[in-house]
């Protein structure tokens, strides 16, 4: 069973540029989460889809902004890129079950973004 | 609200010596935790996660963890260290996420394991 494949891994941009990274989760599972891991800040949610609909966000300005579409495969764009935008961006997918039991995130290899 | 602080940015130890990585959270709800594993330029990988079904959790390549609630403590350990151990790890609560959504990860901060020869 393939697992979260996230693209490209590496990315160079210059800042006021805009971005898309690609997450294409296992099969199967049809909630969609982002994080940005930062030496800084750390690890910080940006945002959770499930069928095609953002049911969580994050403390992000609405420069990050993303989707998801029918095939659950989710995007994530970022305009007007800052220098501080530079980082690991990570998606991890979950099934959704029909009872109260947790689910659990599985994690991308990540995009690494480089703002110049 | 739900936070989760890792004691120690820096841990090493000898390859054969006990592993302990600490983890404390806060939570408004009963708490969903997790401890993933970051390799360099990769994503996380989960170790272990405490879903309330037992307090001694037991995870992949020998490590576990014990949840206590009276402590609000969820630290890691593993009886010997091997070399393949260094890495980052992260300990996490979730804000919810039964039914329908996964719900909220909040990260620690990070530890990072140094295993000496």
């Known amino acids: 069973k393939a697992g979260v494949t996230q693209t490209p891994r590496y990315l160079i941009k210059t800042r006021g540029q805009q971005v898309t990274l690609s997450c294409s989760p296992i099969?199967?599972?049809?909630?969609v989460s982002w994080y940005q891991q930062t030496p800084g800040q750390g690890l910080q949610f940006l945002f959770e889809?499930?069928?095609?609909?953002?049911?969580n966000k994050g403390n992000f300005p609405g420069r990050f902004s993303g989707r998801q579409f029918s095939n659950s495969r989710s995007e994530m764009n970022v305009s007007t890129l800052e220098l501080g935008d530079s980082a690991l961006y990570l998606c991890?997918?979950?099934?959704?079950?029909?009872?109260?039991?947790?689910?659990?995130?599985?994690f991308g290899q990540g995009t690494r973004l480089t703002v110049v | 609200a739900q936070s989760v602080t890792q004691l120690g940015s820096h841990v090493s130890v000898s390859e054969g010596a006990l592993v302990l990585l600490r983890c404390n959270y806060s939570?408004?709800?009963?708490?969903?935790l997790f401890w993933y594993v970051q390799y360099p330029n990769q994503g996380l990988q989960l170790l272990l996660k405490?879903?309330?079904?037992?307090?001694l959790v037991k995870g992949i390549n020998g490590f576990e963890a014990e949840f206590k609630k009276s402590e609000t403590s969820f630290h890691l350990t593993k009886p010997s260290a091997h070399m393949s151990d260094a890495a980052e790890y992260f300990c996490?609560?979730?804000?919810?996420?039964?039914?329908?959504?996964?719900?909220?990860?909040?990260f620690g901060r990070g530890t990072q394991l140094t295993v000496w020869p």
């Open positions: 996490a609560v979730s804000d919810g996420g039964r039914g329908s959504t996964l719900g909220r990860l909040y």
């Open positions: 889809y499930f069928s095609e609909t953002q049911r």
């Open positions: 939570s408004s709800v009963p708490p969903y």
């Open positions: 991890a997918s979950s099934s959704i079950r029909s009872t109260a039991t947790y689910t659990e995130a599985f």
């Open positions: 099969s199967g599972h049809r909630s």
């Open positions: 405490y879903t309330s079904a037992a307090t």
